[in-house]
Nanobody
């Protein structure tokens, strides 16, 4: 059973920084993308950032230049460094691991990020 353990959420003032981490465990060899999604109250879940097994990354336009996704392959962990946070970044952030061919995927339990103005 694949499990994703998230950490690092919290509350911060606008302009501040937070770092999220997600550690994957279990049979993950067939999954080739890990990333973060977020869901604000009353809104649909949206992609924040994703890193593919080859190392390429993709970001939502709203976070480009402020957020950086990285991975520690030895620890099956991805990190999301979030700088210059804005109130509109507030939401529950979910870690995701997926197979880009079969679309099999797993989600973490979510971690709350709150940015106050």
């Amino acid at each position: 059973q694949v499990q994703l353990a998230e950490s690092g959420g919290g509350s911060v003032q606008a302009g501040g920084s937070l770092r999220l981490s997600c550690a994957a465990s279990g049979p993950i060899s067939s999954f080739n993308a890990m990333g973060w999604y977020r869901q604000a109250p009353g809104k649909q879940r949206e992609l924040v950032a994703v890193i593919i097994s080859g190392g390429s990354t993709n970001y939502a336009a709203s976070v480009k230049g402020r957020f950086t996704i990285s991975r520690d392959s030895a620890k099956n962990t991805v990190h999301l460094q979030m700088n210059s946070l804005k109130p509109e970044d507030t939401g529950v952030y979910y870690c995701n691991i997926r197979n880009l061919v079969s679309y099999d995927q797993y989600w973490g339990q979510g971690t709350q990020v709150t940015v106050s103005s």
